[in-house]
């Protein structure tokens, strides 16, 4: 999910990123001639939800600032709450934001709900729905005739990643004109198996973890916010691909910024 990798994280490179259609959240770091008023009009977000996120008292902002620009609708507002509300079953391919979708409500609805701390959830995991009396519970959906990706070819995988090494960084992005994190790894994979456009957690929730790291596996970070918001694909050697803040390439992952931040490998 750019100009030194270190120096700051958006959450469609390190996070989250959502759908390549709609908006995603991001930190970015403050340039000079920026305002909150550009950033509002190239976010698609009101000047009033960045200063909620980032907890400014005025429309102040200085060079080399860090402000977190949220996902719309991301910072809660005061809703009406309904009676009843339902218990949802989280399954394969589940992110908040498809069951906020789903159910025509907000991730921070959804964690308000559960108490969530972080947009981290795991297959299985019983989600509550509303704010009133539970009255019926949502099945997990039956599973469907997709080809399983298992049968990836992780030689391939890694060759169709770094085909397209020097990509620019394009929020949002899913072609070799401008990726974000979890969009490259969406075109990666799909030229192999047809998988979904999901977050950096969607895809951390489908996927099983791996006890020894191998070339062609997924790797995850906890960057901007708590749980996976970065993620690439192991190359050997101890570097992975991604597409960073400088679009796609290739980096240590003993560098202290991405060892601190290792949550683990998976596939799958």
């Not at 390190?14 to 770091?29: D, E, P, Q, R, V």
């Not at 550009?38 to 907890?55: D, G, H, L, R, W």
């Not at 050997?236 to 240590?252: D, L, P, R, T, Y």
């Amino acid at each position: 999910m750019k100009k030194k990798i270190i120096a700051f994280v958006t959450a469609s490179v390190f996070g989250t990123s959502l759908y390549s259609t709609t908006a995603m959240a991001a930190t970015i770091k403050v340039k000079s001639g920026d305002t909150l008023s550009k950033y509002s009009k190239q976010y698609n977000i009101s000047v009033s939800e960045i200063k909620t996120a980032n907890k400014l008292s005025n429309d102040r902002i200085y060079i080399g600032q860090n402000l977190y620009i949220p996902e719309k609708g991301q910072v809660a507002a005061k809703t009406s709450t309904s009676p009843s509300s339902v218990v949802y079953t989280v399954k394969s391919g589940d992110s908040l934001s498809s069951i906020a979708k789903k159910y025509k409500t907000t991730v921070a609805q959804l964690k308000a709900w559960n108490g969530l701390k972080s947009d981290l959830i795991k297959i299985g995991q019983k989600l509550k729905v509303g704010s009133g009396t539970v009255t019926s519970t949502v099945a997990p959906a039956p599973k469907t005739a997709k080809a399983a990706v298992s049968t990836i070819n992780k030689n391939k995988l890694v060759q169709d990643a770094k085909a397209v090494i020097g990509s620019p960084y394009k929020w949002g992005g899913t072609t070799p004109s401008g990726f974000d994190c979890s969009g490259y790894i969406y075109y990666v994979v799909n030229k192999q198996k047809s998988v979904s456009r999901l977050t950096v957690a969607g895809y951390w929730n489908m996927m099983k973890p791996v006890s020894t790291l191998s070339v062609g596996d997924f790797v995850y970070y906890e960057t901007y916010k708590e749980g996976p918001s970065h993620m690439g694909i192991y190359v050997g050697n101890g570097k992975f691909i991604h597409a960073g803040s400088s679009g796609v390439q290739i980096s240590e992952m003993n560098l202290s910024y991405w060892k601190s931040r290792y949550l683990g490998a998976r596939q799958f």
